[in-house]
């Protein structure tokens, strides 16, 4: 009875088709949810896996299975996906004179410089300092 349901709902037009077909962003589980909420929040932080899982209300090993699963990565991946994506907004809004990018790096917890120039290049295509004399 669902299947058939379902095959008449997707092959019908009504104006919730597009949502039937398209479901959206698969939802995660309450403690992925409530690390990356906290993570958002908070980017600054300097967390630490173990922080992480207490937040979570799992245990360390938990909570990295399920950020593997559900977000493709590990907690700590994650948080520094969302520095580096805090980085770049600074750097765009940022004046090329006031501001160099080893401040704001270090200011979002990336203490290497290398490490840190290599991964915003692998992920925004352009090295920090590009970002950053774009911004005029």
């Not at 058939?4 to 962003?25: D, I, S, T, V, Y």
């Not at 990356?36 to 932080?45: I, Q, Y």
């Not at 520094?80 to 979002?108: H, I, K, Q, T």
């Not at 120039?117 to 920090?128: D, I, L, W």
Request: aromatic letters at 8%; charged letters at 30%.
């Amino acid at each position: 009875q669902e299947a058939l349901l379902n095959g008449l709902l997707l092959a019908a037009e009504h104006p919730w088709r597009e949502a039937l077909a398209h479901p959206g962003e698969p939802r995660r589980p309450a403690p992925v949810k409530r690390v990356m909420d906290a993570v958002r929040e908070r980017p600054e932080h300097p967390f630490t896996t173990t922080e992480l899982a207490v937040l979570a209300r799992v245990s360390v090993r938990r909570l990295q299975e399920s950020f593997r699963e559900y977000v493709g990565m590990s907690p700590m991946a994650y948080v520094r996906e969302v520095r580096l994506d805090r980085v770049r907004e600074e750097l765009r809004a940022a004046a090329p004179d006031g501001v160099s990018v080893s401040e704001v790096a270090w200011r979002w917890g990336f203490a290497h410089q290398g490490r840190f120039a290599a991964r915003y290049r692998e992920k925004f295509g352009e090295s920090p300092s590009c970002t950053l004399r774009a911004s005029r």
